[in-house]
């Protein structure tokens, strides 16, 4: 074992210890020039002293005076009173691997750092990109209509109703996507107090499928309850929000699920404190490389295909946004041509 620790020596200590070694080959060669004892020991003395000195101020003013500036490039707050006092008293005891290490951790810190604003970045072309293909669907739409009315259309009994119609729709969805635009904004900010309630999750399934059962049978879908979930289960929750998360879930079920296929709700309990609800379809499902980012803002797995069916391409946000209100988890899982299940937890009352 060393006598010292190398890698932790202080600017003092290193002085000292390079002194020692200095006075000690300068007395050596002084007892084989002249043998006297007094006068070895004064050339020890005084070799000792002026090293010591030296070492050191080179040492404190030159190389730590470096590190402290190092350190404080790498922080970027101002020194307060305890931070002064790290760089004069606990800084010029840390060795350099020490202050290598510190330096290497700040480097990954803005590595991560940089990362990061690199996918904020990417994530805001692509959603500003998003936004005005969205936007521009339906602007277009309703001047098309507006222009063509103008032009003459409007006189045109056969024609005019249907157009001022079809525009309607257009401005239909402009509304709904500012609506559901701001209702994301809201939710992100926290400025939606969710008004939680107790109820039973199967009776709220129940309303919405009521409300699906005419749009689902268009296409001959049945809309069911996994068997042996039907049990009727209590949570605490904000009960209009999480219908909302319902009807975006059921409603795309139904949008994607095949002809006479089956949308199935399932209600599971996991613990005391929380039960899971999953919906899911039998449709053509989605590509495993979609799944991270199926709950993104305007996000499709299938863009020609959403196109056809609608939507503002921001339901799941809506959705994945009003479940982490609640401090909760959402899920998804599908596999191409076995079909989708997307879930979430709630918390359970017994």
Known sequence: MPLFDTKNLSPRTLSFYTAIALASINTIFSLLVISEWYFSFVVFGITFLISYFIYHYTLQEFIYRKIKLIYKFIYQTKATKREEFFYDKVLPKRSIDQVNEDVQNWAEQKKDEIEMLRANELFRKEFLMNLAHELRTPIFTVQGYVETLLNG???????NKKFLANASKGIDRLVQLVDDLNEISQLESGKVEMQKEHFIIQDLISDVFEEFSLRAKEKNISLTYKKGTEGALNVIADK???KQVLVNLISNAIKYGTEQGTVTAGCYVMDDKHIYIEVSDDGVGIEEEHLPRIFERFYRA?????REIGGTGLGLAIVKHIIEAHNQTVTVRSKVGVGSSFGFTLVRVL
């Open 240 to 242: 209009q929000k999480i």
């Open 302 to 306: 299938d863009r020609s295909r959403s």
């Open 153 to 159: 259309a409007i006189d045109d009994a056969s024609v």
